[in-house]
């Protein structure tokens, strides 16, 4: 592990290298990695395309940095724990060599169903170890794998088979939440109806509920592998063929295919995971994250897994069977790295500190908050009460697109202070510009934050429509990757993250667009219009305010707004239902019809005292009528 900073002047240093000489730095650190044919050039790039490409024609396969590269000295250490949802249920202990065998051989069973190299594959499955084999068999035959968060609805998964073009499901029958068992294939059924390059679909059986098998379609995962060899020759991936897929909400309607590659993504993972949980052999490392998100790809499977690390993952919710349960599992384990979401973190809070008591926590060396802007409440319940003041709080700032860890205190090297998430990774040149994009330079500045030159975690393009890229990253401020968040530099040079800056709503630290929830909305038959805000929510940081205009003919609004929430989950998935809907007469516009969001945004905020100018607008009228309702 020669790559951890260890002190703050090893960080200046490394900071300094990875600016003024960015090719031997990322040089360096790629040396560690096993490659079959080294790169021949580092990084070549060009924002305005853009064109990224990290360790020009260099050959690897990730999966045997993970497994071939430890497997010696690391073959029976536990790789993967499993804690169920049920503390009832038995535990799972997996060594990394099991976890070697589990993947060759899931691997091999895909060969064996058709999947070739290049192949898209979805994965929508609950939170069990076989979903990180799942993604990395995907990786090891060189199929690209799209994880989709087994929450979303049947028709938010059949966009994404249908962007994709997916070829093979991999999924469950069903998954437990809470004391509940939730139907996963049904869904998955329900969504290959509207979609029509679906082969196969393997079904691990997690509930035991009843689910149909289409035959010739659909395989047992325990049937399916019965038999196949354990071996697998991993397959020999270019530095920037395709690792993954993930599908994320930006502020125009259609969730995009955020796209990594192989190489670049393999070396920022383990790189950040190393420096920002300063993981040290035999530690046990927690990130309560979902495989469906990012922080999941990146920090519960290939980033730990690339480092050597032992790597829980838990199935259940903070709150099941009791709000002790996240404490009650870090002293059960020994958890030594712990992260979480502010969300989580202000949901647990609620319950006060009784839930700790029982439990010592002396375990923990760094706990980490990740997702959303952590207030300064949340920061110091968390510091004091979970790390008793002794653990370094990290607070992450990154992106589905940013691939790793952008912005963070490096624990025990950076002096860290509430709600910042402090100083740039090495590698990372972040910028502050105003809204016409002149840099804004100096300490104690604010605007909006973008990046100046490429690290290899950062997405290439986005599936399937690279002009899109383009336009969302590339092309607000030319020549530099925006990443839709506002930011403050303070004057230590600490950045603070104040949110988004575009249509994006973060709710519970899950990115949310508001035209996606829009045209869910819309789909009522009584639905005219809607338009869709952020609020200050206290559990889930960003709330979704919703204001509605209807045919209220034949409905009483109450049940209208019920009626609305359940098409907005039966469309995107419950984790979008709006926290409030208001039926309003008319919605505030501009002369040439722009909805005027910043009124929406003032009302649902309550906050009405500085509207601003509101002459300009076509309706004026709607406004106070608007107040007052959203005063109800
Ligand atoms: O607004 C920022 C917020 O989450 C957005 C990225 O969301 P997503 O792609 O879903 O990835 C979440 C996990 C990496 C960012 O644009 N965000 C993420 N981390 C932080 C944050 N806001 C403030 N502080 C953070 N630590």
Redesign the pocket.
């Known amino acids: 592990m020669t790559d951890k900073i260890q002190t703050l002047s090893g960080y200046i240093h490394e900071y300094q290298k990875s600016v003024n000489e960015p090719e031997a730095f990322w040089s360096r650190i790629a040396e560690n990695f096993y490659w079959r044919k080294k790169w021949d050039k580092v990084v070549e790039w060009d924002f305005h395309k853009p064109t990224i490409k990290w360790f020009r024609n260099g050959k690897l396969n990730i999966t045997e940095n993970i497994f071939e590269r430890h497997l010696f000295t690391l073959g029976d250490h536990p790789a993967i724990i499993w804690e169920p949802s049920d503390p009832k249920e038995k535990n799972r202990v997996i060594t990394l060599r099991e976890l070697y065998e589990m993947t060759c051989q899931f691997a091999n069973t895909m060969k064996k169903n058709g999947v070739k190299k290049g192949d898209r594959v979805i994965i929508y499955m609950p939170m069990v170890p076989e979903a990180a084999v799942a993604m990395m068999a995907c990786a090891r035959i060189g199929a690209v794998h799209s994880v989709v968060f087994a929450g979303f609805s049947s028709t938010s998964l059949a966009d994404r088979i249908n962007d994709c073009e997916a070829k093979m499901i991999l999924t469950s029958d069903g998954n437990f939440r809470g004391n509940k068992a939730i139907d996963v294939k049904g869904v998955v059924d329900e969504a290959i109806e509207k979609t029509t390059t679906i082969e196969k679909v393997i079904v691990f059986k997690r509930t035991g509920s009843a689910v149909t098998m289409k035959p010739g379609r659909d395989l047992w995962w325990h049937e399916a592998i019965e038999g196949v060899s354990k071996e697998n020759k991993a397959e020999e991936m270019d530095a920037e063929d395709l690792l993954f897929i993930l599908y994320?909400s930006g502020s125009t309607g259609k969730p995009k295919g955020v796209v990594h590659t192989c190489g670049g993504y393999m070396i920022y993972s383990q790189y950040t995971f190393q420096n920002v949980f300063q993981y040290s052999a035999g530690d046990i490392y927690w990130c309560t994250?979902d495989v469906g998100?990012?922080?999941g790809h990146s920090y519960i499977v290939y980033g730990p897994l690339l480092a050597g690390a032992t790597t829980l993952m838990f199935e259940g919710v903070p709150t099941y069977p009791h709000p002790g349960r996240f404490w009650e599992i870090i002293d059960k384990y020994q958890v030594n790295q712990f992260y979480t979401a502010p969300t989580a973190i202000r949901a647990l809070q609620a319950y006060g500190l009784e839930p700790l008591a029982p439990y010592k926590l002396d375990s923990l060396k760094v706990i980490g908050?990740?997702?959303?802007?952590?207030n300064e409440e949340a920061w110091h319940w968390y510091h004091d009460h979970v790390g008793k003041n002794q653990c370094p709080l990290v607070?992450?700032?990154?992106?589905?697109?940013?691939g790793g860890?952008m912005?963070?205190p490096i624990p025990g090297v950076t002096p860290t202070k509430p709600s910042y998430?402090t100083l740039p990774l090495p590698g990372i040149q972040p910028i502050i510009v105003d809204p016409d994009g002149k840099e804004l330079t100096g300490k104690s500045v604010q605007g909006n934050l973008c990046i100046k030159f490429p690290w290899p975690g950062m997405l290439r393009t986005t599936y399937g429509d690279h002009e899109r890229c383009r336009q969302t990253y590339f092309g607000t401020y030319p020549g530099l990757y925006f990443?839709?968040?506002g930011v403050k530099r303070d004057e230590d040079g600490y950045y603070r993250?104040l949110?988004?800056v575009d249509d994006?709503i973060?709710v519970s630290?899950?990115?949310m667009g508001t035209a996606e929830v829009e045209n869910a909305i819309n789909e009522h038959p009584l639905v005219v219009e809607s338009a869709v805000v952020g609020y200050p929510h206290d559990i889930k940081g960003q709330g979704i305010y919703a204001f509605v205009i209807a045919d209220m003919s034949n409905r009483t609004e109450e049940n209208l707004i019920n009626e609305i929430r359940e098409t907005v989950s039966k469309i995107i998935g419950p984790i979008a239902k709006p926290d409030k809907i208001q039926i309003v007469p008319g919605l505030p516009k501009t002369r040439s019809g722009k909805i005027m969001r910043r009124i929406l945004r003032k009302a649902a905020e309550g906050d009405v005292s500085n509207l601003g100018d509101i002459s300009t607008l076509l309706n004026p009228e709607v406004v106070e009528q608007i107040i007052a309702g959203s005063k109800k």
């Open positions: 994320t994250a998100w990012i922080t908050s990740v997702g959303e802007p952590i607070d992450t700032w990154w992106q589905t697109e940013t860890i912005i963070s998430a990443t839709g968040d993250i949110g988004r994006v973060n630290g899950h990115r």
